[in-house]
């Protein structure tokens, strides 16, 4: 696997340097971030499930895509890269709202990100990449939240704390 940099940014979102990926999940630093949302015209949102070989959180349930810009890369850009490298399709894609989280894993890494979420809309059906993503499905948005609340052991970290702190910015009416 080539060795890819994180933008390390301050809590302005402010590029203050590069590290390698994994030193900075080691060492807890900022860097920026972006999680993607897809929903279809029923107001449901396509989940992935993380490929069971990921480094961290692998066979976990999350939002459609995520990864990490790359230097001189904007956040659309780099969203639709990254849903076309994982789920396979390119869509039009909105930013909706930033913030800062962090949250550690049981093998040391921690995730502490400035995550940009972006919204988009798709009514097919993917065609996901094996070394990426285990499956994926619709799901109805309160129907997520309902489930997040029952088992939430079957749901990455970020996606649970996207989940609480947006899910008006997520959720459309139908």
Known sequence: MAKENVILVNENDEQIGLMEKIEAHEKALLHR??????LNDKG???????????????????????????????????????????????????????????????NGLTEHEYDHVMIGTYNDAPNINPDEVADWKWMDVQAIKDD???????????????????????????
């Not at 904007?74 to 894609?93: C, H, P, W, Y």
Request: hydrophobic share 40%.
């Open 33 to 38: 971030a972006f999680s993607v949302f897809i």
């Open 44 to 106: 449901e949102l396509m989940l992935q499930q993380r490929a069971l070989h990921k480094y961290h959180s692998p066979g976990l349930w999350t939002n459609t895509c995520c990864s990490h810009q790359r230097d001189g890369e904007s956040n659309i850009s780099a969203g639709k890269r990254r849903l076309q490298e994982e789920m396979g399709f390119v869509t039009d894609l909105a930013e909706a709202v930033s913030f800062i989280y962090k949250a550690p894993f049981d």
């Open 148 to 174: 997040i609340g029952a088992h939430p052991d079957q749901y990455t970290a970020w996606f649970k704390i996207i989940f609480d702190k947006f899910y008006q910015h997520i959720k459309v009416d139908k």
